[in-house]
C-alpha cells in the first residue's frame, strides 16, 4: 500500500487531489499521520551476513507540494539507512527546498536530489557515502556541510551547482569524477586521506 506522510502536529499534509490520483495509480493511497513527506516504498537493506539492518526509501517529489520535507527515521521499527531517488527526471517539478535528513541515513543513493530546487539541507553525522549525481543540477544549492564521516563522494555529486564554497571533511577518501564540476567554488582544500581523485573533478 502507498502511503502519504504528513504531520498533524504542525501543519496539515500538503498533497493535491491530483496528486493522490497519480499515486493511486500504483495502489491503495494510505493517508498517514507521520513525518511530512511523500514516499512512494521501502526496499530491504541487508548486512554482510544477509541480516536485514533497515530500510531504504523512495521518493517521489513531482507528488508533494510543501517546501519542506523531513525524511523518516524508520520502518517497521528498523531504521532508514539508505535515499534511494524514484522519479529523478521529475525532481524539477516540486516545491520542495528544504529537506531534513534522519540520523539513521548512512548512503544518499545514485541521483537522489538531482535536479531539485532545494537551497537548504541538513546532513546528519550518520552519512558516510554520497553517490553519484547525487545532488547534480540543484542549481539554487549554494552551500552544504557534509559530516566528518563522509568517506566517498561520488561521480558528479555536485556537478552544476552553485556551490561557492565547500569544507571537505577530513575522512574522505575518494572524489569521483566530475564531483564538483560547473560549480562555483574558486578554491579547494584536499585533506591528508584522499587517495583518488577522479577526472575532471573541478572542471
Given amino acids: 500500500m502507498n502511503k502519504i506522510y504528513g504531520n498533524p502536529a504542525t501543519t496539515p499534509m500538503k498533497a493535491s487531489i491530483s496528486a493522490i490520483r497519480r499515486l493511486a495509480h500504483y495502489g491503495d493511497v494510505n493517508i498517514v499521520p507521520s513525518d511530512k513527506s511523500l514516499f512512494r516504498n521501502f526496499i530491504e537493506v541487508k548486512g554482510e551476513s544477509g541480516n536485514l539492518i533497515g530500510y531504504g ?45 534522519p540520523n539513521t541515513v548512512k548512503k544518499i543513493q545514485y ?4 535536479g531539485s530546487k532545494i537551497t537548504e539541507i541538513t546532513i546528519p553525522d550518520s552519512v558516510e557515502f554520497i553517490d ?65 581523485i577522479g577526472h575532471a573533478a573541478f572542471f
Fill in 57 to 101: 526509501i523512495f521518493w517521489h517529489p513531482h507528488l508533494y507540494e510543501s517546501n519542506e520535507m523531513i525524511i523518516p527515521y524508520e520502518h517497521n521499527g528498523l531504521p532508514i539507512v539508505e535515499l534511494v531517488a524514484g522519479t529523478t527526471h521529475l525532481l524539477s517539478l516540486s516545491a520542495v527546498s528544504k529537506i531534513i535528513i
Fill in 111 to 114: 541521483g537522489m536530489f538531482r
Fill in 132 to 196: 553519484e549525481g547525487a545532488f547534480k543540477d540543484c542549481t539554487n544549492l549554494t552551500a552544504i556541510t557534509l559530516p566528518t564521516a563522509t568517506t566517498a563522494i561520488g561521480s558528479m555529486a555536485f556537478d552544476h551547482t552553485a556551490l561557492a564554497s565547500f569544507t571537505l571533511p577530513a575522512a574522505t577518501t575518494y572524489i569521483g569524477y566530475g564531483a564538483f564540476g560547473y560549480t562555483n567554488l574558486t578554491s579547494f582544500t584536499v585533506t591528508a586521506n584522499v587517495t583518488f
